[in-house]
């Protein structure tokens, strides 16, 4: 299934993508832009994970480094029969965390500076085993590519918009300029968050999975609800510098500044993953 619906983002994704390259050169710009995509999927499939790591400028952490984390993730992958995943720390103080990669074998868990400080071991327990439900259920291939190729989306409908605005498509009459112009700008607006519409289709179900995996495995649903009720608190406080493409990859949606990416959340309510599972209403 999440072949299938890895298949499908990467579909829709690669549309705006041709829709963008129609937007600069007409039918022409639509085939180089399906040339590119398919490249850039190919390129997204193998190193959407580390370009997620570095935009977040994590680096690697050594058993030394980070004991109690090494030390949960040992105990929880024997008991699931997973790969231990690479570690990484974020140097941030806003307390989160993802997991990312294309499968299990290939998976890397990250945590910031601040989630260390803030939670205890059970409710530490209950994250980890938050992300590595996402690594056993597979979402971590589809999440990072989709926050590969919807950053790129991004960054081509704005580049699309400034040169429509500035006239960078000056090509035939004044109608079509105009016409062209409009249908630029309205790229700009449409395609990032038809991007993030996409995201938010696949990531919320993910989440509630993820969180009763977690529950599960540890048996202790109520450190990983305390863990989320501190997270958002504390997140709030100390917003992440987070790209709107990318902010679907967090255990908790980061409480950014931007108010693009905080209109179109990629997560169910804290409240909510709170009271499923508090209520012990979990998809075992």
């Not at 690669?14 to 007409?26: A, N, R, S, V, Y």
């Not at 079509?176 to 991007?195: K, S």
């Not at 950014?256 to 009271?275: D, G, V, Y």
Request: no cysteine; net charge positive; proline share 5%.
């Amino acid at each position: 299934m999440q072949i299938f619906k890895t298949t499908v983002l990467l579909a829709a994704l690669t549309g705006l993508l041709m829709l963008i390259g129609g937007g600069f050169w007409g039918e022409q710009g639509m085939l180089l832009a399906l040339v590119v995509a398919a490249a850039f999927n190919f390129f997204a499939y193998f190193y959407s994970d580390k370009i997620a790591l570095r935009s977040y400028r994590a680096v690697p952490a050594s058993r030394e480094e980070l004991p109690r984390v090494y030390r949960i993730l040992e105990s929880l992958t024997a008991r699931e029969n997973l790969p231990m995943p690479k570690v990484y720390v974020l140097p941030t103080d806003s307390p989160n965390a993802f997991a990312t990669g294309r499968n299990p074998q290939h998976a890397s868990v990250a945590v910031t500076q601040g989630i260390l400080n803030l939670l205890d071991d059970e409710e530490m327990e209950g994250v980890l085993g938050h992300e590595l439900g996402h690594v056993r259920n597979r979402d971590i291939l589809i999440s990072s590519i989709a926050a590969t190729v919807a950053g790129a989306i991004i960054m081509l409908a704005r580049w699309a918009g400034w040169a429509a605005l500035f006239g960078g498509f000056g090509g035939g009459g004044r109608d079509e300029r105009e016409g062209n112009a409009l249908g630029l700008l309205a790229l700009m607006i449409l395609a990032p968050i038809a991007a993030m519409l996409i995201q938010m289709a696949i990531s919320r179900s993910r989440e509630y999975a993820a969180d009763a995996s977690g529950a599960q495995w540890t048996g202790n649903p109520q450190a990983l609800a305390r863990a989320l009720a501190k997270l958002d608190a504390y997140a709030k406080r100390m917003p992440l510098a987070a790209s709107p493409a990318s902010a679907h990859l967090f255990i908790i949606q980061p409480a950014t500044r931007q108010r693009l990416a905080n209109l179109f959340s990629t997560h169910p309510p804290i409240s909510a993953r709170i009271q499923r599972l508090l209520g012990h209403d979990l998809d075992f």
